[in-house]
Structure formats: C-alpha cells, structure tokens
T-cell receptor
Framework: DAGVTQSPTHLIKTRGQQVTLRCSPISGHKSVSWYQQVLGQGPQFIFQYYEKEERGRGNFPDRFSARQFPNYSSELNVNALLLGDSALYLC???????????FGSGTRLTVV | QQQVKQSPQSLIVQKGGISIINCAYENTAFDYFPWYQQFPGKGPALLIAIRPDVSEKKEGRFTISFNKSAKQFSLHIMDSQPGDSATYFCAAIMDGATNKLIFGTGTLLAVQP
C-alpha cells in the first residue's frame, strides 16, 4: 500500500509569493492533518480536516489556509510568504482523528 | 499547559547500551502518548504508544514507562544499534474536537559502533 504522498518534495519561493502544497492520504483514510516543522524543533499543528470539514486550526496566521477534497486529498496554501515560513511541511493521515497518524516525508519549503 | 517537555536534547550511546529519553506534561486531559522516530529527510514514524492507564508497554527493544502521578513518561531503547540513530519525539494527544498531536522538542540520538 502506498503511504502518505506529498508533493512537491522541495520548493524554493521568494518572499511575498504564494505556495500550494499537496497531500494524498493513505487509501481509506478520511482525516488529514498538516504540521510545520522548523529545523531542530518538533512539528507544530496547523490544520486538521476530517470528512472534508475543518476540525481544528493551530496558532498560525490567516495567510495559512487548507482544504480537503472529495477524494480526501488535501492542499495547504500559504500566501505572502515570509522568511520564517521556511520549514518542512508534513501531512499526516488517519482513518479518523485521534490516533494512528501516518506522516508523509514532507515538503521542504525554502523562502528566500 | 499544552506543552510537552522533552530531555535530553541530544544523547550519545554506545552500541548495545540503553538509550533513555524523558518527557513531562502538565495537562491531565492528555490521554494518548505516542513516540515518533524521524530520520533525516523523512517524516516522523510512529514507534510505540501508551495510554495513561498502563504503566509500561514493550514492543521489541522499545519500552515506554508511564508515571501518571508524576505526569512523566519515558522511552527506553534496549540494546541500542547504530541504525537507531535518529531524532525521537514524544507527543501527547487528547480526545476532543481537534485531536492534534502536541510534540516535544526532540532528542537527537547517536549510537556509536
């Protein structure tokens, strides 16, 4: 079985630009969560979606938005990029929220 | 109250030794405590997890010890191997509207051959 798939794997953007990151969950998983991992730190929760509805949002500015599609894949959008947005963005899927999260390998975003 | 404190920040262990990583929490609403292993360039992978009604859980060389009264839990890696060299994160989660993982700050483990 394919695991959680994230694309692209690496991305370089300029300050002020917008970026869209994509995530395909494990087949059958209906919950998708997004985390930001700054180098040397633990992942920080950004969003959780379950059955296409937002279940939770972390302490991130409105520049961050996400959505989940009918096939349960998800996109994370970040507008007006700042240097501080440089991080590894991780997507995790599970059958339903709470436990059993499987993480993808992430998208490494560098803002210059 | 939403934090999980993890120590040490880094750890060097000889092959065959025991690696011990400690975590502490404040929020008694947390009711599930997973440990994740992360290799460079990869996402975290679930290693082992425990609920607070259990004091110890063992899976192979990995053991979680849980002290509910002290609000502390730890990961023990027995017979540590060079392939165990990675960053380890403890985490906590509470059942509710948003079941988000609260991660510790991570421990970089190096197992020397």
């Amino acid at each position: 079985d394919a695991g959680v798939t994230q694309s692209p794997t690496h991305l370089i953007k300029t300050r002020g630009q917008q970026v869209t990151l994509r995530c395909s969950p494990i087949s059958g998983h209906k919950s998708v969560s997004w985390y930001q991992q700054v180098l040397g730190q633990g992942p920080q929760f950004i969003f959780q979606y379950y059955e296409k509805e937002e279940r939770g949002r972390g302490n991130f500015p409105d520049r961050f938005s996400a959505r989940q599609f009918p096939n349960y894949s998800s996109e994370l959008n970040v507008n007006a990029l700042l240097l501080g947005d440089s991080a590894l963005y991780l997507c995790a899927s599970s059958l339903e929220p709470y436990y059993g999260y499987t993480f993808g390998s992430g998208t490494r975003l560098t803002v210059v | 109250q939403q934090q999980v404190k993890q120590s040490p920040q880094s750890l060097i262990v000889q092959k065959g030794g025991i690696s011990i990583i400690n975590c502490a929490y404040e929020n008694t609403a947390f009711d599930y405590f997973p440990w994740y292993q992360q290799f460079p360039g990869k996402g975290p992978a679930l290693l082992i997890a425990i609920r607070p009604d259990v004091s110890e859980k063992k899976e192979g060389r990995f053991t979680i010890s849980f002290n509910k009264s002290a609000k502390q839990f730890s990961l023990h890696i027995m017979d540590s191997q060079p392939g165990d060299s990675a960053t380890y994160f403890c985490a906590a989660i509470m059942d509710g509207a948003t079941n988000k993982l609260i991660f510790g700050t991570g421990t970089l483990l190096a197992v020397q051959p």
